[in-house]
C-alpha cells in the first residue's frame, strides 16, 4: 500500500499535527487564561493605585 518512504512522511505528519493540537490546548486551557487573569490583575491595581493618589491630592 505504501512505500517505506511514504510511511515516514505519513508519520511525520501525524506526529506534528499531533503535536500542533497539543499546543493549541495547552496554549489554550493554561497559558492565554493566565495571561488575561494577570493583565486585569494588573489593571486593575493600576486603577488602584491612580484612585489612592487622586484621594491624596
Do not use: C, H, S
Amino acid at each position: 500500500m505504501f512505500d517505506f518512504d511514504q510511511y515516514l512522511g505519513f508519520l511525520a505528519f501525524l506526529t506534528i499535527l499531533t503535536i500542533g493540537f497539543w499546543l493549541m490546548i495547552f496554549l489554550l486551557t493554561f497559558v492565554v487564561p493566565y495571561w488575561l487573569i494577570g493583565n486585569l490583575r494588573e489593571m486593575y491595581k493600576e486603577r488602584k493605585e491612580a484612585k489612592r493618589a487622586q484621594l491624596e491630592e
